[in-house]
């Protein structure tokens, strides 16, 4: 019903910036939250940031001030800026979003993911 693609990572060294996309596609009546987490070898998923449909949008702690979410509603695509990449931001990040796939139906979608790597 839902497809989710990623795209933008690579490899980088620290204190260089990429950004990644991630375009919502199928059937749904509606896109409610769209979001990026990423998981480390070894280590849990962890949210990374969150844009909501009403436009309010959240950070890990790790990341505020470096990166950036943004939306575009009318696309059903969502962005993340990375600024002042570290080394500790090497991971898979995955799109995520929660999607109304009816009036009464809710969904929770993923991305394959994309690799960031970043050097020191």
């Known amino acids: 019903q839902v497809q989710l693609v990623e795209s933008g990572g690579g490899l980088v060294q620290a204190g260089e910036s990429l950004r990644l996309s991630c375009a919502a596609s199928g059937r749904f009546f509606s896109v409610n939250r769209m979001g990026w987490y990423r998981q480390a070898p070894g280590k849990q998923r962890e949210l990374v940031a969150a844009?909501?449909?009403?436009?309010?949008?959240n950070y890990a702690d790790s990341v505020k001030g470096r990166f950036t979410i943004s939306r575009d509603n009318t696309k059903n695509e969502v962005y993340l800026q990375m600024n002042s990449l570290k080394p500790g931001d090497t991971a898979v990040y995955y799109c995520?979003?929660?999607?109304?796939?009816?009036?009464?139906?809710?969904?929770?979608?993923w991305g394959r993911g994309t690799q960031v790597t970043v050097s020191s």
């Open positions: 995520n979003a929660k999607v109304m796939t009816s009036l009464v139906d809710i969904g929770d979608y």
């Open positions: 844009y909501a449909s009403g436009g309010s949008t």
